[in-house]
């Protein structure tokens, strides 16, 4: 069993709506980051979080240390964002594991 | 802007060849670090480095090489030894103590 598990692995929506990203983890973390994985492989840091909540624009990141769960929420979605959402959690120094990552298709 | 350049974007090689990925920083981080990336898995890393001339094996190094002989620059050497080289290559780089933030577009390896 992966260390990280996301879900679902692909999600398609419809412009506007309003779309959630599940993480789970089994392991002990120090924090979680959230990127962003363009159609042409670039990625993007969206978020780090260790606690609570983050909004940044559309994007709000939520986790529970507790429950060992993060969620991404878009709202108002729109085609660009169109994209593969990774999470990743923070074991420790240079100790990153990630998840295979959420491929989300928004279409107009 | 500062930022990470890997190239080439796509390569092709054949069997039994080393080849040899770039990664370049303009960051100026200490730490840089390799990736791999396959089809419905999480990235996995390959080596990282914290200091110039100074670098660690990741979880899957078997196969690669790494050399750090400048803080800017941290090529991959995909050796003949790879059983299975064929897969999407992230560079990263981060302030030393920190975790991996600033990522390149990638290098997409395929052997022929």
């Known amino acids: 069993k992966n260390e990280v598990e996301q879900s679902p692995q692909n999600l398609t929506a419809q412009e506007g709506e309003f779309i959630t990203i599940n993480c789970s983890y089994s392991?002990?973390?120090?924090?979680l980051h959230w990127l962003q994985q363009h159609p042409g492989g670039g990625i993007v840091s969206l978020f780090m979080?260790?606690?609570g909540k983050k909004k940044h624009g559309r994007l709000i990141a939520t986790i529970n240390i507790q429950e060992k769960h993060s969620s991404l929420h878009i709202t108002a979605s729109h085609p660009r964002d169109s994209a593969v959402y990774i999470c990743?959690?923070?074991?420790?120094?240079?100790?990153?594991?990630f998840g295979a990552g959420t491929r989300l298709t928004v279409k107009p | 802007d500062g930022g990470i350049t890997q190239s080439p974007k796509y390569l092709f090689r054949k069997e039994g060849q080393n080849v040899t990925l770039s990664c370049e920083q303009n960051?100026?981080?200490?730490?840089m670090y390799w990736y791999r990336q396959d089809p419905g898995q999480g990235l996995r890393l390959i080596y990282y480095?914290?200091?110039?001339?100074?670098?660690q094996k990741g979880d899957i190094a078997e196969g690669y090489s790494v050399s750090r002989e400048k803080k800017e620059s941290f090529p991959l050497t995909v050796t003949s030894a790879q059983k299975n080289p064929t897969a999407f290559y992230l560079c990263?780089?981060?302030?030393?103590?920190?975790?991996?933030?600033?990522f390149g577009d990638g290098t997409r390896l395929s052997i022929l």
């Open positions: 990263a780089s981060s302030i030393l103590g920190g975790q991996p933030q600033h």
């Open positions: 392991v002990g973390i120090s924090a």
């Open positions: 979080l260790s606690s």
């Open positions: 990743a959690v923070i074991l420790g120094d240079n100790d990153m594991r």
């Open positions: 960051l100026n981080h200490d730490a």
């Open positions: 480095s914290q200091i110039v001339n100074d670098f």
